[in-house]
């Protein structure tokens, strides 16, 4: 584990800013593919996208206090623990704005998703390998951890967005 300046400072908060970040994306991403696997709208991709982004962002950081507060020992103050939930919110919302950033900027429409798929599996790449600054990982194998479990979620969020859309078709 490293044990340089950025990790000593970085250890109360980052655990919580990966958390954030990792689920920022990957529900985020969750949205996009499954409303490209309906074949639906770019403004439904938007409006879905910020809807969970800000939601699940306060839901996870509430849960992140929640559940520290729900300790027996050692249990923190409301006020020791909303530093934690705040970053968990930080990090969700951030990441998890990287996926919308294809339908964001004026790219060719055709190619959005395939920009929001890389944007998003670069970043739970980065994401998943700056948990070798706290862990005893190797980087790559921490970003491809990361990258392996984002790219099933939006496989199926995507598969489920298919079939949706073939079963509200009347199965045509």
Do not use: C, K
Request: no cysteine.
């Amino acid at each position: 584990m490293a044990d340089g300046p950025l990790s000593r400072r970085a250890r109360f908060f980052l655990p919580e800013l990966i958390y954030g970040a990792n689920d920022g994306i990957v529900t985020t991403f969750a949205v996009v593919a499954g409303v490209e696997g309906a074949n639906l709208s770019a403004q439904i991709i938007l409006i879905l996208g910020f809807a969970n982004l800000f939601a699940d962002g306060v839901s996870m950081g509430a849960s992140n206090v929640l559940s520290l507060r729900s300790r027996d020992a050692n249990r923190p103050t409301l006020a020791e623990a909303l530093p934690f939930g705040a970053a968990t919110f930080a990090g969700f919302l951030v990441a998890g704005l990287i996926p919308l950033a294809a339908y964001l900027v004026p790219v060719y429409a055709d190619h959005r998703f395939t920009y929001a798929v890389l944007l998003a599996g670069g970043t739970l790449f980065a994401v998943g390998a700056s948990r070798s600054l706290l862990i005893d990982r190797r980087w790559y194998a921490a970003g491809l951890e990361m990258l392996a479990i984002g790219a099933l979620a939006g496989a199926i969020a995507y598969g489920v967005g298919v079939l949706g859309a073939y079963l509200m078709n009347g199965g045509v």
